[in-house]
């Protein structure tokens, strides 16, 4: 069983390595290990008594012009004892021209390989709904760019696919959410003017330290990659304090240092909040990113959520 597995996941990641991708494009976050449901179809919590639901809020670069902001919805739950699955929803808007919707379903398949560890396949489908609304650009040129001619309104089939390694104190995830390949824009009157949202492929770890009960330290990392663009690694470390309080540091190379803080509200509610503070030359347009999120780990019996809050 173990040999087929590790057949399968080779020939997976070659299939990873061998994709075309051109341009950086999807959104980011700074307290992705949060969000994972939505970057890894194949995420997988090996918890059958809660359902996960998150909310996050993200603006990028406060007070500049056009600035993009994103607003994420997603839940995750234990189907049987190897399913899982869930939903995300995905807002992305760039200042008041760029409009761009996802709505997606995963399913992830978990097997065990291991007396403490587990590997989950998933796949993710659904729709992005992407707009423009170019009314009341104000050109400098005498003659508008025929690129910004007539607003735009498509949708976007896509489909996602991802692996998700994992036991209690760590995990490695590899996965591509998006590997069809979109166009925008096209081709008008001789001119070029095409747009395309492109493959980014995403590998994810980490690994949680305990000292004692009440004390869990987690080194993790996540990287991104799409062809035309450096790679994004973000390196975070984060510290869980009587499972009540999380604060930590994240860094972004060539990019931006984070802080992050999450309280638990309740034994079913836990709010964060993580900001960005710009290193490159963007710094000096802009004020930072904030982003917030809400958890909710709710018992499938309506008994609420008891344990102690998974670190990832």
Same mark, same amino acid.
């Given at each position: 069983?173990?040999?087929?597995?590790?057949?399968c996941s080779?020939v997976?990641?070659?299939?990873?390595?061998?994709?075309?991708?051109?341009?950086?494009?999807?959104?980011?976050?700074?307290?992705?290990?949060?969000?994972?449901?939505?970057l890894?179809?194949?995420?997988?919590?090996?918890?059958?008594?809660?359902?996960?639901?998150?909310?996050?809020?993200?603006?990028?670069?406060?007070?500049?012009?056009?600035a993009?902001?994103?607003?994420t919805?997603?839940?995750?739950s234990?189907?049987?004892?190897?399913?899982?699955?869930?939903?995300?929803?995905?807002?992305?808007?760039?200042?008041?021209?760029?409009?761009?919707?996802?709505?997606?379903?995963?399913?992830?398949?978990?097997?065990?390989?291991? %007396?403490?560890? $587990?590997?989950?396949?998933?796949v993710? &489908? =659904?729709?992005? !709904? /992407? *707009?423009? +609304?170019?009314?009341?650009?104000?050109?400098?040129?005498?003659?508008?760019?025929?690129?910004?001619?007539? %607003?735009?309104? $498509?949708?976007?089939?896509?489909?996602? &696919? =991802?692996?998700? !390694? /994992? *036991?209690? +104190?760590?995990?490695?995830?590899?996965?591509?959410?998006?590997?069809?390949?979109?166009?925008?824009?096209?081709?008008?009157?001789?001119?070029?003017?095409?747009?395309?949202?492109?493959?980014?492929? /995403?590998?994810?770890?980490?690994?949680?330290?305990?000292f004692?009960?009440?004390?869990?330290?987690k080194?993790?990392?996540?990287?991104?990659?799409?062809?035309?663009?450096?790679?994004?690694?973000?390196?975070?470390?984060?510290?869980?304090?009587?499972?009540?309080?999380?604060?930590?540091?994240?860094?972004?190379?060539?990019?931006?240092f984070?802080?992050?803080?999450?309280?638990?509200l309740?034994?079913?509610?836990?709010?964060?909040?993580?900001?960005?503070?710009?290193?490159?030359?963007?710094?000096r347009?802009?004020?930072g990113?904030?982003?917030?999120?809400?958890?909710?780990?709710?018992?499938?019996?309506?008994s609420?959520?008891?344990?102690?809050?998974?670190?990832?």
């Amino acid at each position: 069983m173990i040999s087929k597995l590790t057949k399968c996941s080779v020939v997976f990641l070659i299939v990873f390595i061998g994709l075309n991708t051109h341009a950086q494009q999807d959104p980011q976050y700074t307290q992705y290990m949060y969000n994972m449901s939505v970057l890894n179809p194949a995420y997988a919590t090996d918890d059958n008594s809660t359902i996960n639901i998150g909310l996050l809020y993200r603006t990028q670069w406060a007070r500049s012009i056009g600035a993009p902001t994103t607003g994420t919805y997603f839940a995750h739950s234990v189907i049987t004892d190897r399913v899982e699955g869930g939903m995300s929803v995905v807002h992305d808007k760039i200042g008041d021209v760029v409009k761009q919707t996802g709505a997606y379903a995963d399913i992830a398949y978990v097997l065990p390989v291991g %007396n403490t560890s $587990k590997l989950s396949f998933g796949v993710k &489908a =659904g729709a992005t !709904f /992407f *707009s423009t +609304n170019f009314d009341g650009f104000v050109y400098s040129d005498p003659l508008p760019d025929p690129a910004f001619a007539e %607003n735009i309104n $498509k949708t976007f089939p896509n489909i996602g &696919a =991802g692996l998700f !390694f /994992f *036991s209690e +104190n760590y995990y490695l995830g590899l996965s591509a959410p998006n590997l069809l390949e979109t166009k925008h824009l096209s081709e008008d009157s001789g001119i070029v003017t095409q747009g395309s949202e492109n493959i980014h492929v /995403f590998l994810s770890g980490g690994y949680v330290l305990n000292f004692g009960d009440n004390y869990k330290f987690k080194y993790a990392f996540l990287t991104k990659h799409v062809q035309g663009a450096r790679v994004s690694i973000d390196l975070t470390a984060n510290v869980l304090i009587n499972n009540m309080v999380e604060f930590g540091a994240a860094y972004r190379f060539d990019d931006s240092f984070s802080g992050m803080v999450n309280f638990s509200l309740s034994s079913v509610m836990r709010v964060g909040y993580a900001y960005d503070h710009t290193l490159s030359n963007l710094g000096r347009f802009n004020n930072g990113t904030h982003e917030i999120f809400l958890l909710f780990n709710i018992g499938k019996l309506g008994s609420g959520f008891d344990k102690s809050p998974r670190f990832f």
